[in-house]
């Protein structure tokens, strides 16, 4: 029971990952121990189908409640704390950061990491600049469609196995953020029925994929994700408008490292 309620509070963690932008589901589930398990199961489901669902159903239980609890709370503080709560999620990005590295080296560390590293943080760069300048606007001009829908659900499911991969922020770059947290706040099924089904086979195919690509470049894959991971950090970082409302950001954003890095120190445990 106690291995119940423990998987389920972590998996509450990574449900509120999957909603918050600029944090990455896939990382918490790292810091928290549990990322191996999560895609082990997922990448071979049907084989000991009963042992795998006992594995996956609290943390599955979990997922569901952080991503629909957790809704509601931002669409409330985007619309009214925007700066303090950015730099919350940056701070609790950066407390996950050492886990990382410890565990891309677990296997040993080799100068040539570094270049899907650089290839990952520059391409999350470059995409920040080419928003910026609007060469890559694709903010819907209309009313979703089920296509669109389908679209949304792929994104979060690649957000939520993926360490370093912040699918919300993806969905904030194609004006879609605001649409899936309404309709989970507002319990909208004909928008959460198809995003939570592809979102779902999402995650069973990425799972397979990256349990591959762990499994033959290990390595290589982990510093890929730590180049992700430290380029939205640097994408996501916003402008205080005065001293105080930095100096307030600063203190939020340690905050939220110290607790971070404790999670990821009971993850250990």
């Known amino acids: 029971m106690m291995s119940f309620i423990k998987d389920f509070f972590k998996g509450l963690i990574i449900g509120m990952g999957a909603v918050a932008p600029g944090v990455s589901g896939g990382t918490f589930a790292v810091m928290l121990g549990v990322y191996t398990k999560l895609t082990e199961s997922l990448a071979n489901i049907y084989h000991d189908f009963k042992r795998k669902m006992l594995t996956l159903f609290p943390l599955g239980l979990g997922i569901g409640a952080g991503f629909l609890l957790f809704s509601r709370v931002m669409e409330y503080l985007f619309e ?27 296997k040993g560390f080799k100068r040539k990491y570094l270049i899907p590293c650089i290839l990952a943080f520059s391409i999350t760069i470059l995409f920040m600049i080419l928003e910026n300048k609007n060469v890559i606007n ?16 792929i994104i979060i499911g690649f957000g939520t196995i993926v360490p370093g991969i ?47 690509m762990f499994s033959r470049f290990y390595g290589y894959t982990y510093y890929a994700i730590i180049g992700f991971v430290s380029g939205s950090i640097v994408t996501i970082l916003p402008m205080p408008s005065s001293m105080r409302e930095l100096l307030l950001g600063v203190l939020i954003c ?11 120190k009971i993850g250990k445990k």
């Open 80 to 106: 009214y704390h925007e700066f303090n709560i950015t730099l919350l999620f940056i701070g609790l990005m950066l407390g996950t950061m050492s886990t990382v590295i410890k565990e891309a080296n677990k």
């Open 166 to 212: 912040s699918s919300s922020f993806i969905l904030i770059y194609i004006g879609a953020y605001k649409i899936i947290i309404e309709a989970v706040s507002n319990f909208n099924l004909n928008v959460i029925v198809p995003v939570g089904i592809s979102a779902l086979l999402s995650i069973l195919i990425f799972a397979k994929l990256i349990n591959y």
């Open 254 to 264: 340690t905050l939220g490292y110290i607790a971070s890095y404790s999670l990821s």
């Open 138 to 153: 694709v903010i819907p001009d209309k009313e979703p469609g089920i296509i669109a829908f389908i679209i949304y659900g």
